[in-house]
């Protein structure tokens, strides 16, 4: 039964509020530190001079505002547009129907529900590359644990016998899918790099007709990867039993709600992103400007420029790892529930006492 969009905002509503607190507060550090760069390294400078020549001089001679007005409004701005952006989303997805039963925002709570069984499969991953390039000269030899760990991960993520509970248990077991879902999962692989190559590859004509074939080429490779996706995951959580049929993944009822799921990680994200693009920022044009005055004035800027300008090129050193270690079990898992939930999978559970802590509680009269 479809929910209320009230309700559907209401369910939603403590998600992306938290994710909205998180780009602010980076927004905040970001215009605090602009602030004091601002006052300290450009003291005594004329502002009109600093912004010339910029689209920071047509607003202050539009508004009269300053640099440091101007900065928390451009910085401020993209959270509105986010928070508007992420509301009419979620009514357009009420007001076309296109998920019903709520089940792409289901599955995804699920999963991340579900991430204790992840933990020794994240921890390993994080070891190996804390191991590997501390090799130094067998980087190539300690990036094989790495490989070895993410050729099991679907084997281990993909279980449907697990990701058909109501309440995701901690142990989880490795499960052969079929040499068919496999080979499946494999072309799928290796075509879906091509398809990005293709798709990138496609001139952009400058006509509006040319623009719009392009447009309606790159739609249909994106959507030729979505329909292979589910098939090979379908196949894969459906072995050892007879796998959905073509029609049966081409219908709209299943392809809506793993588009909903995509749309939704992009909105999901794009709050994440504000903040990386803004330290991004600092790194790329004003963090280099503080190491190079503080070498012209003998080292005199203050100890904070120099701590944050060491922890800036930490985090965009090794963000990577985090990103490597987090995301690929998630994005199996959460389409994988998404699958389950709609009824492409019958799991049966596990009886083994190791995986199942029911199952060893005696039945009740």
């Known amino acids: ?5 009230r309700t559907r905002l209401g369910s939603k509503a403590p998600v992306y509020l ?53 900065v928390w409004l451009w910085s401020v701005l993209p959270l509105v547009v986010l928070a508007a952006l992420a509301v009419v989303f979620e009514c357009l997805v009420w007001f076309l ?18 991430w204790k069984p992840a933990l020794p499969w994240m921890t390993a991953l994080g070891l ?62 290796v075509v879906m790099p091509l398809l990005d190559a293709a798709s990138e590859a496609l001139p952009d004509g400058a006509r509006g007709s040319e623009r719009f074939v392009h447009f309606a080429l790159v ?3 994106w959507w030729l990867g979505l329909v292979w996706t589910v098939a090979w995951m379908s196949q894969w959580l459906s072995y050892p ?5 073509w029609r049966r993944i081409h219908a709209w009822r299943v392809l809506a709600p793993v588009v909903v799921q995509q749309l939704r990680a992009l909105v999901l994200g794009s709050f994440v992103a504000v903040p990386i693009l803004l330290l991004a920022v ?12 503080a070498q012209e004035r003998g080292g005199q800027l203050p100890q904070p420029w120099f701590a944050f300008a060491w922890i800036s090129r930490w985090t965009s050193t090794w963000w990577w790892v985090v990103v490597l270690t987090v995301v690929p079990w998630f994005a199996l898992t959460i389409p994988a529930r998404l699958l389950v939930q709609l009824g492409f999978v019958a799991p049966t559970p596990p009886t083994h006492p190791d995986c199942d802590p029911a199952a060893t509680t005696p039945p009740t009269a």
């Open 282 to 293: 600092l790194l790329i044009f004003y963090i280099p400007q503080i190491e190079f005055l």
């Open 1 to 5: 039964m479809s929910q209320s969009l």
């Open 97 to 114: 129907r296109m998920d019903p039963t709520d089940d792409a925002w289901t599955s995804l709570t699920w999963a991340v529900h579900a």
């Open 18 to 70: 938290a994710l909205l607190a998180i780009a602010a507060l980076g927004v905040l550090l970001f215009d605090l530190f602009m602030q004091r760069y601002l006052l300290e390294i450009y003291r005594g400078i004329d502002e009109s001079v600093l912004m010339h020549r910029t689209p920071l001089h047509q607003v202050r001679a539009l508004t009269g505002w300053g640099a440091v007005p101007q």
């Open 128 to 189: 190996c590359f804390v191991v590997a390039f501390a090799a130094g000269d067998g980087l190539l030899l300690g990036l094989v644990p790495v490989l070895v760990l993410f050729v099991v991960l679907p084997f281990l993520a993909l279980a449907p016998d697990q990701l058909g509970r109501d309440r995701p248990v901690v142990v989880w077991l490795p499960r052969w899918p079929g040499w068919l879902a496999l080979g499946s999962a494999v072309a799928c692989l």
């Open 241 to 245: 039993h007879r796998a959905p049929s």
């Open 219 to 221: 739609a249909a490779l």
